[in-house]
């Protein structure tokens, strides 16, 4: 029996692990949900760990609002660095989990990267992120080195049928244009066609996680999303089109957008290390949209 400890409960990538190991007869899960356990509480975080005694640790839980970030980044670092840090300490105050010390796998991003390559970034790329989201994540990428079995999976554009993202957003807007438009052209979605990254449905990337680590994957950095790369207007023209949807997708510029938060031009990822490939990107549009259509109305 394998002990998988999870952070992030109700989360795309925990909710994506946990449904792949409940199929597992050989797994036992144990989940850190954000609204009972702070990631900040140092204490919280080292009684559940001491708890739990894990075998390997997932560690999905993050501040992931980008723009939020900008004007709050005490919170950012406290917990995408503190929260990691936590978890490494707790670690090594656990009996059984540090010899060996058991894989800690932290979930990090593409906005690592200030996005001036023009093809897709790999491990030993130099990261140089532009926003205080991505700074706090690199923080909290450090951290999670700091222990011996520490593994950095970068991942980007992560969607699921779970929670709220692009996906979901587009189709809920698009379909509700549709409907108000009834026989005429529906109003055109406009989406941003000049920040290129790399789609990554998190179904997709989870078994190939699971895979790395029974193979014995070693420590540092990896790379790992949806394989190729596209706009999020491409992006999103993908959905409609997946979806069945007749409507316009037309571009619009990161600067006529007016986020907070700066974001990387270009920032496709791909490995040097021969980590597990997953699927093209447009695969895990098709199966998102078909999961989402699939499921029943709230």
Not at 127 to 138: C, E, H
Not at 286 to 292: E, T
Request: hydrophobic fraction near 40%; glycine fraction near 8%.
């Amino acid at each position: 029996m394998t002990r998988w400890f999870v952070t992030g409960h109700g989360g795309q990538l925990a909710t994506a692990f946990e449904e792949l190991l409940a199929r597992d007869s050989s797994a036992e899960v144990v989940s850190m949900d954000e609204a009972t356990t702070d990631l900040r509480d140092r204490m919280a975080v080292s009684r559940l760990v001491r708890e739990a005694r894990p075998d390997v640790v997932l560690h999905t839980a993050a501040y992931t609002a980008v723009d939020a970030a900008e004007s709050d980044a005490e919170t950012a670092f406290a917990v995408n660095e503190g929260g990691t840090r936590n978890l490494v300490e707790a670690l090594r105050d656990t009996p059984g989990t540090t010899e060996p010390p058991v894989p800690l796998v932290y979930f990090s991003s593409d906005y690592v990267f200030d996005g001036r390559k023009t093809r897709p970034y790999v491990e030993s790329d130099a990261t140089a992120p532009l926003s205080v989201y991505g700074r706090s994540k690199l923080a909290g990428e450090r951290a999670a080195l700091a222990w011996p079995a520490g593994i950095v999976v970068r991942t980007a554009w992560l969607f699921s049928p779970t929670g709220g993202n692009f996906v979901k957003t587009i189709l809920r807007v698009a379909a509700e244009r549709v409907e108000q438009a009834g026989q005429a052209d529906p109003e055109p979605l406009t989406v941003v066609d000049d920040q290129v990254g790399s789609p990554t449905y998190a179904p997709h990337l989870a078994p190939r996680v699971i895979e790395a680590l029974t193979l014995g994957m070693p420590p540092g950095i990896w790379h790992m999303a949806g394989s190729g790369y596209c706009s999020w207007m491409e992006f999103a023209q993908e959905i409609v089109r997946c979806a069945g949807l007749r409507i316009d997708v037309e571009p619009i510029t990161t600067e006529e957008l007016g986020r907070p938060a700066p974001r990387p031009p270009f920032s496709a990822l791909s490995s040097e290390r021969r980590a597990p490939v997953l699927p093209p990107w447009q695969d895990g549009v098709a199966a998102a949209v078909r999961a989402l259509r699939a499921a029943p109305a709230a």
